[in-house]
């Protein structure tokens, strides 16, 4: 009887029905590849950014000019008054010197790249008119693994896959069976409602590993990415993440009814996290009131964790109170899936 268990054949069903949808299998193991490639290539080793600096006409401009193409991190043009503020308007220079009795710098001060750059160009004519700097300094670009950009997208890419990959990989299906309604036929089987549930679970994390391999492998290839913890510790620690995110997809499947119902639910689910959570720059750069949300989430914790192990080594018991978090969110989610799950 064991052979036929309702476990057993809810998950052979569900690794076939994903082994037959190629499409699938591209947008959870070959596309955040893709974007780990793509943004690898936009943040590692760029050449220094250009400062596209505009001259308003003046009977100095040349000069001025002639002080900033010193520096070929100056890209200078000369304009009309009209034209300066026209392409400064659509982005095209970042700030404008406006020549006088001093200098007159016109900039936005809500556009950092502006604000870095108008520094940058008094810095350069100041020591063109004589200034002279009371203490010598240097500049030491950071290129060792483990401290650049990409050792930090890469992690939290991976986190961002295992929630998109368990809230639409377990959500979506439930809820599409549901509107075909094969849940309904499912009831007839003698099965329970806790053997879907843990069949929907145990899947994903079947097509979880093959993920970590696939973000991970790519990450220490192409970019030489540093994995200083245990293997092991980062595979129980995705599979407690992965358990925990499937067990929200689940919960917010558990009683919708159509698929765009769902599928606005887990964009409003996912879009804060993956711009709360630290996916792509680190939490601490929002406000303090709103940092207990955010360590609340447990895709925050789940990246903590991840980059403590991948980056600096640690052990997965230093993270004791990260994995409470994330394990309570898919206890209490699995919990409650239990108590109001709807068959039809």
């Known amino acids: 009887m064991m052979k036929y268990h309702p476990l057993n054949e809810l998950l052979k069903a569900r690794i076939r029905e994903f082994l037959r949808e190629p ?33 308003q006409e003046h009977v100095i401009a040349e000069d001025i000019a002639a002080n900033l193409k010193q520096d070929s991190v100056f890209i200078v043009a000369i304009h009309t008054e009209s034209e300066c503020k026209e392409r400064l308007r659509l982005g095209k220079s970042l700030v404008v010197v406006i020549p006088g009795e001093g200098f007159t710098y016109l900039f936005d001060p809500t556009r950092p790249e502006s604000v870095l750059a108008r520094q940058s160009v008094d810095d350069a004519l100041q020591r063109a008119a004589g200034r002279r700097d009371a203490v010598l300094t240097m500049d030491r670009h950071v290129t060792e693994p483990g401290t650049r950009y990409i050792d930090f997208l ?10 998109a990959g368990s809230l639409w ?5 439930v809820v599409d069976i ?4 094969l849940l309904k ?12 549930l843990i069949a929907s679970i145990g899947g994903r994390m079947i ?7 696939v973000i991970l492998g790519a990450g220490v290839l192409f970019f030489k990415v540093p994995i200083r913890g245990s ?16 067990g929200v997809g689940l919960l917010v499947a558990c009683r919708a009814r159509k698929l765009e119902t769902v599928s606005g639910l887990m964009n409003l689910i996912m879009l804060p996290m993956y711009l709360l959570s630290g996916v792509f720059f680190p939490p601490e750069r929002f406000p303090g009131i709103m940092q207990i949300p955010i360590q609340a989430l447990p895709l925050t914790q789940f990246n903590y964790a991840l980059r403590a192990l991948i980056l600096d080594g640690m052990s997965l018991a230093s993270q004791g109170w990260r994995l409470g978090i994330i394990l309570a969110w898919g206890g209490i989610s699995f919990l409650l899936t239990l108590r109001w799950f709807r068959w039809n």
Do not use: C, Q
């Open 23 to 55: 499409e699938t299998i591209f947008w959870v193991y070959v596309f955040p590849v893709l974007i780990a490639i793509g943004l690898g290539i936009a943040f590692s080793n760029r050449p220094v950014n250009r400062v596209f600096v505009d001259i």
């Open 154 to 163: 890469i992690p939290g890419l991976l986190g961002m896959n295992l929630l």
């Open 169 to 173: 990989g377990v959500g979506y299906y």
């Open 178 to 181: 549901r509107v075909k309604k």
């Open 185 to 196: 036929r499912l009831i007839a089987t003698p099965m329970k409602r806790v053997h879907f």
């Open 207 to 213: 097509f979880m590993i093959p993920e970590i391999i």
């Open 231 to 246: 293997i092991f510790s980062i595979l129980i620690l995705s599979f407690l993440g992965a358990f925990s995110f499937t």
